[in-house]
């Protein structure tokens, strides 16, 4: 019996499977087996994988796509029933290092307290730039935080970075936590996103650790920097993070966790009809409603809509502009991308000192919390919301009373449906 069973999950990504699996066989490690797990894929994936690997891998075929949890643990339940020591999982766009797995089983061969062992994961595109190292779980702010995103690999990050857990797309998880514990395989009714999370939090909150480490590299694709047809992640998203934190959240901070988490919900919502995105929030509403009442599992069709997310406001503003100014007030990356933007929009329209251009733009983190809002310039943040006419800065200056107004409304029968998540979990 081989220690490491190794699964992949893919959905229509068959070039990118295929390599996947080959970097698997070309690791040092070679103590392994691999199960490739097929979500009912509709591009050639299985047929492909069958002829190139017949002897190496074992396929397993879903019927329908089931997720990304539930992907996995098509293939974890197998490996779990059968006995081994370690699961490897692989998302089917990413490509390990051939000391990669090595590293992961010696450390844990070495290391018993760790439950969950990950590579430093690397942009696939700009191999020289971190993905992530691991996932810090903010329960003051309900968020996670990416260690190393985006980060130049210049030496500084450790070895060994303990985390509180790691993305699935290149981990190693120990096979006795899964079959001895409470943290099982993974959370299956997240269908997608915050499964990872959940996952890893069970596993630390049966008593083991979760490291990154250094040695352990991998290559990870990039989700395409577009335009997303529907709205299909503003859904999952939004409903598994709520009901994460409802959950799991320490008992004295669940105030604290309503008035962030409401916040939050309130902020997307006001800039989706800020920005005139009806689709985006109608599905937010959605996300916000399973969350509360518990649903989980695969959304239902009518919960997904065609993304109707838009710059119109700033295009139809710029049109006719011939130059422009922007004030960068220390956010340079944000400056970049509103360039690439009106080069893409009106290349004909060129950047101009301040006191030559036609119209100047500053940059602030967030243009509802602006205070003081000058006539002279459009302010502008990093997601583009700017404010241009006056029903623009009506709708800032109703921005504050509005939010206080929806949490203090929808606080305590909140906190009444995470109490009673909480007494069923």
Not at 35 to 46: I, L, P
Not at 120 to 134: A, F, L
Not at 289 to 303: I, P
Request: negative net charge; proline residues 2%; aromatic residues 12%.
């Amino acid at each position: 019996m081989k220690p490491i069973g190794v699964v992949i999950c893919n959905y229509n990504k068959r070039d990118f499977v295929l390599e996947c699996v080959q970097s698997v066989l070309e690791s040092r490690e070679q103590n392994f087996d691999i199960f490739v797990v097929d979500n009912a894929s509709t591009d050639g994936s299985v047929e492909a994988l069958k002829n190139t690997y017949k002897e190496e891998i074992t396929i397993l075929a879903n019927t329908e796509n089931l997720g990304g949890s539930g992907g996995f643990n098509t293939g974890l339940r197998v490996v779990r029933d059968r006995g081994y020591e370690y699961f490897m999982c692989l998302d089917d766009d990413a490509l390990v290092d051939e000391n990669a797995i090595s590293v992961l089983y010696e450390y844990m061969e070495s290391h018993p307290d760790v439950g969950m062992a990950g590579c430093r994961v690397y942009h696939r595109q700009m191999p020289e730039y971190i993905q992530q190292s691991g996932l810090m779980i903010d329960f003051e702010h309900c968020t996670a935080k990416t260690i190393g995103a985006d980060q130049l690999e210049d030496g500084t990050l450790p070895d060994v970075i303990e985390c509180d857990t790691v993305a699935t797309c290149a981990v190693m998880v120990r096979g006795s936590v899964i079959r001895d514990t409470e943290a099982g395989i993974m959370p299956e009714d997240n269908f997608i996103y915050w499964d990872d999370m959940e996952w890893g939090h069970r596993i630390r909150l049966a008593g083991y650790k979760a490291v990154t480490l250094a040695d352990a590299k991998a290559l990870h694709q990039m989700g395409a920097n577009v335009k997303r047809p529907n709205t299909f992640i503003n859904y999952y998203m939004w409903r598994n993070r709520t009901n994460f934190f409802m959950r799991y959240t320490p008992e004295e901070q669940m105030e604290q966790m309503s008035v962030q988490i409401l916040g939050a919900f309130f902020d997307a919502m006001y800039e989706s009809m800020f920005r005139e995105e009806h689709n985006i929030m109608q599905t937010l509403a959605y996300a916000y409603q399973d969350a509360v009442s518990g649903t989980r599992g695969k959304a239902k069709d009518y919960q997904i809509l065609k993304n109707d997310a838009n710059d119109d406001k700033l295009i139809a503003y710029i049109q006719n502009k011939k130059s422009y100014c922007i004030l960068e007030e220390g956010q340079e990356e944000d400056a970049m991308y509103l360039r690439n933007f009106f080069e893409k929009y009106n290349s004909s329209m060129r950047e101009a000192p301040q006191q030559e251009a036609e119209v100047v733009f500053r940059l602030c983190p967030y243009i509802f919390q602006q205070r003081s809002i000058s006539q002279e310039e459009i302010l502008i943040d990093g997601e583009r919301n700017c404010i241009i006419t006056e029903e623009d800065r009506e709708a800032v200056d109703n921005y504050q009373y509005s939010k206080w107004l929806y949490i203090y409304m929808n606080q305590g029968t909140f906190l009444a449906a995470a109490k009673e998540l909480r007494q069923k979990k």
